[in-house]
Structures are given as structure tokens and as C-alpha cells.
């Protein structure tokens, strides 16, 4: 699994025209992310993604390669995955697209809804890609 998710990282970094940038993933379960989204961001709950941007705020950009952190919770993806009649790896890959678009400037929360809409066409665009090469049919 972990060779699979540094395969389809890399894959997301060269289709966004980064193929050189550096980022950390870290699957945790519900109650690490709990308290992760309760400290960083002050919403006491799990969630299925959260992504740090070390390109933003102060001191960004001083490691220009170093886009930042994807964390994502198994278990999360688990029940979503199960819910919407997914494999675990199909919603594993678009958590991790979904952060690393968070990382490269991508925002559907805090942006207008152009910007979200853009994001959501790059997400699909990629993710299409993703699942030729690396989700079984």
C-alpha cells in the first residue's frame, strides 16, 4: 500500500506540473485526526482530510520543494468508501488529491465558488487519470 500511495503522490505531483516537490502523508484514525482538526482548526471532529501548506503564511517559500502535509483518516475513508460502494483505495487516492490540491493553492472552502468549481474540475480530471493507471476495473 504505502509503495501504491507514493506511486499515485508522484503521479499527482507531475500532473500539476511539481513532479520535483516534496510533501509528508500520514494515515491516522479518527481520533488522531479528532484531535489534529480540534487543535489546528478548532472543529472538534473527525474528518476525512486535512492538508498544513508550508507555502503559506509566515516563512512560506522558504523551502520552495516542500509543498507540506496530507493527513488523512483511515478510518474515515473506510465508511465513506463503504457508503458510497468504493474500494478503500479508490477514496484512499482522491483524499490524497484532494489534499495535495489543498497544498498547490486549490481552495473550496474559503475561495469563491469559481475557485471551487475549478478545483472540483482539476479533481475529477486527475482522479480520472488516477483510476486508469492505478484502480483496478
Keep these: 500500500m504505502t509503495a501504491d500511495l507514493k506511486r499515485v503522490a508522484r ?10 516537490a516534496e510533501l509528508s502523508i ?9 484531535e489534529i482538526n480540534r487543535e489546528y482548526l478548532q472543529r472538534d471532529r473527525p474528518t476525512n482530510v486535512i492538508s498544513f501548506a508550508m507555502q503559506e503564511g509566515e516563512g ?8 507540506g ?10 465508511r465513506d468508501a463503504a457508503e458510497a460502494a468504493l474500494s478503500f483505495e479508490s477514496e ?3 483524499l490524497l488529491l484532494h489534499g495535495i490540491l489543498h497544498l498547490c493553492g486549490y481552495d473550496h472552502e474559503r475561495g469563491t465558488e469559481e475557485e471551487a ?9 486527475i482522479f480520472s487519470l488516477l483510476q ?3 484502480l483496478p476495473r
Design 92 to 94: 484512499l487516492y482522491f
Design 117 to 125: 468549481r475549478r478545483m472540483e474540475a482539476r479533481e475529477r480530471e
Design 26 to 34: 500520514l494515515i491516522v484514525d479518527d481520533e488522531a485526526i479528532r
Design 11 to 20: 503521479k499527482i505531483l507531475s500532473v500539476l506540473g511539481c513532479p520535483e
Design 69 to 78: 502535509d496530507v493527513v488523512i483518516s483511515a478510518d474515515t475513508a473506510s
Design 60 to 67: 512560506g517559500g522558504i523551502q520552495s520543494q516542500v509543498l
Design 132 to 134: 486508469e493507471e492505478f
